[in-house]
Each structure stands twice: as structure tokens, then as C-alpha cells.
């Protein structure tokens, strides 16, 4: 892969991991999903990772952890 490749590469990515992101905090912030449930899912993500796979899957682990750690930091604001 050439460079200019290896950067469309890269930057799909980011843009991809932002989008997800985003979808999950919004499922948590309208209620479709728990702070827990989402927090749950990410982790087996990031484990399932860490055990299956190299370098990439590591640090992909790393960051799934660090948005489920972030999703429960969320303080959400209640509903009535």
C-alpha cells in the first residue's frame, strides 16, 4: 500500500470510530440503550481484541475501552 493509500486508509478509520462513537453516546443519551449495556458491549469488543489478534487489534481494544470508560462517565441529564 502506498502512502497516499495508507492515508484514505487511516482516515477511514478515524472518521469511522468518530461516527460510531457518536452513534453509541446517542443511543445512550436518548435511552435506547444503557449506560451499562453499552458499556458491556464495548468491553466485549475490546476484549475479543485483545485476545484475537495483533498490534492493530490491540490498540483497537485500547480504544473501545476508553469510550466504554468515557460512556460511563457521561453524566446524563434526566428525563421527565
Known amino acids: 500500500m502506498n502512502e497516499p493509500e495508507q492515508v484514505a486508509a ?3 478509520a ?3 470510530l468518530a461516527l460510531g462513537q ?3 453516546i446517542a443511543l ?3 435511552g435506547l440503550l444503557s449506560k451499562v449495556e453499552a458499556g458491556t458491549m464495548l468491553r466485549q469488543l475490546a476484549e475479543t481484541n485483545e485476545k ?3 498490534s492493530p487489534n490491540r490498540a ?3 480504544i473501545l475501552t476508553g469510550i466504554a470508560n468515557n460512556i460511563a462517565a457521561m453524566v446524563l441529564p ?3
Open 78 to 80: 434526566v428525563r421527565q
Open 10 to 12: 487511516a482516515a477511514a
Open 52 to 54: 484475537n489478534g495483533g
Open 14 to 16: 478515524i472518521a469511522a
Open 28 to 30: 445512550v443519551q436518548t
Open 60 to 62: 483497537a481494544a485500547s
Open 22 to 24: 457518536l452513534s453509541v
